[in-house]
């Protein structure tokens, strides 16, 4: 019986990385992934699609993959799970001369104790195996009787005992009609896993970063990614102006000693960097990636009300309201943010352009808005709106630029 784990894979959504867990050798796991493009789910007609594994030694393996009902249903082979660690999976989808890759998500391969050279190497199976090799040169040497019926020979129960207790096999029937019962220990209990992510709530203003003072909380590096921050009433969240402290958080520096594929993000002389194609190792080559324009995205945000939660990603912050007007502070003015519906501007200023990704659910009391993002040389993004209208906002956020 295969078991499948189902994930979502965006086109457009590179980070943070997807990750499922898998067990060396146990090729009853499998994929089935939905995939979509900017969270819309793409129908699958007549495309080809293979998966591409990277293993933790280098060496890579592929598979055909099957399309059911609208999903990519993936089986893993035991060349793609022979070597624990990390393997990078990327799909490619192939139509006629067209042809998509997919951002590239992990399978972790956690090491197996049950394969064939741990089998023969425990206590626990060479005394099992001795048990039947004894009954087998029993079966050789037995003294003939008469003709008689048949014996039967047939497994009864299978129970599981402590870790490090001694194997046993029993006969619940007769000398006729054998009847075995076994007994074998349970493995050792494997490593804790990782901790899951960590919540902390503000109550009192002695718990906020900067003791005693309940309308500030800074994004830098007392600030981890895998906490969520939350408390009640006015404040501000202000990203850290040295951003080389908050990209060091984020993401991994550029090791010369490493391999890299397209689609891997690192930092590089202050600067987010994105590979579009394989780099092995060596010295840095600007020909294989591409500046990005990644960063801890708020200058400052202004509420008026209960502000719900803070989470940071890589690349960017997500800021969470209940209710109550918005105001973000950016290129030296006040901007009280709308609908965020995207028009056309003829005239700019210098630097502004249309953010990559930007949701903001509202109850629009009318207006229209667009607004506009600039990366300032210490990375924060400035924002420009046109139009200046009041609303009531439920949340938002800012995801990365161009």
Not at 253 to 277: H, L
């Amino acid at each position: 019986m295969k078991t499948y784990y189902d994930i979502t894979v965006d086109l457009y959504d590179l980070y943070p990385l997807k990750k499922i867990e898998a067990q060396q050798n146990n090729i009853g796991r499998g994929a089935r992934i939905t995939l979509t493009a900017g969270g819309l789910v793409l129908g699958l007609d007549g495309e080809s699609v293979t998966m591409w594994a990277k293993k933790p030694d280098g060496t890579v393996s592929y598979l055909s993959c099957s399309v059911v009902d609208g999903k990519i249903q993936a089986d893993f082979t035991s060349q793609m799970l022979a070597v624990p660690g990390d393997v990078q999976v990327e799909l490619r989808l192939v139509n006629g001369e067209e042809n998509i890759t997919t951002p590239i998500f992990s399978v972790h391969v956690r090491k197996s104790n049950i394969d064939d050279s741990a089998a023969e190497s425990t206590n626990e199976f060479t005394a099992l195996a001795s048990m039947v090799a004894e009954v087998n040169e029993m079966k050789k040497t037995a003294l003939k009787g008469d003709p008689g019926e048949a014996a039967t020979l047939e497994i009864g129960t299978v129970e599981a005992s402590e870790p490090g207790s001694a194997p046993s096999v029993t006969n619940s029937g007769t000398a006729q009609e054998a009847i075995l019962n076994f007994i074998l220990p349970r493995g050792q209990t494997g490593p804790e896993g990782p901790a899951g992510q960590t919540q902390i709530h503000f109550s009192a203003a002695a718990e906020f970063p900067a003791a005693g003072n309940s309308t500030m909380l800074y994004v830098d590096n007392t600030v981890s990614p895998a906490i969520i921050y939350t408390w009640t009433g006015n404040a501000y969240v202000q990203a850290s102006a040295d951003i080389s402290t908050v990209m060091a958080m984020l993401a991994t520096p550029y090791d010369p000693d490493q391999d890299y594929t397209a689609g891997q993000y690192v930092t590089y002389n202050k600067q987010y960097w994105k590979f579009t194609a394989t780099k092995s190792a060596g010295a840095w080559d600007v020909s294989k990636a591409v500046a990005t324009n990644v960063g801890t995205e708020l200058s400052s945000v202004n509420a008026n009300n209960d502000i719900k939660s803070i989470q940071l990603y890589l690349g960017y912050c997500v800021v969470y309201k209940r209710n109550g007007i918005v105001t973000i502070v950016g290129d030296s003015s006040d901007y009280q943010l709308e609908a965020g519906k995207y028009i056309a501007l003829t005239t700019l200023p210098e630097g502004y352009r249309p953010p990559k990704t930007m949701y903001i659910p509202v109850n629009n009391l009318g207006g229209t808005t667009a607004i506009f993002g600039r990366v300032e040389s210490n990375g924060i993004i400035s924002l420009y709106a046109t139009g200046v209208t009041s609303y009531w906002a439920y949340s938002f956020s800012f995801v990365q630029m161009y």
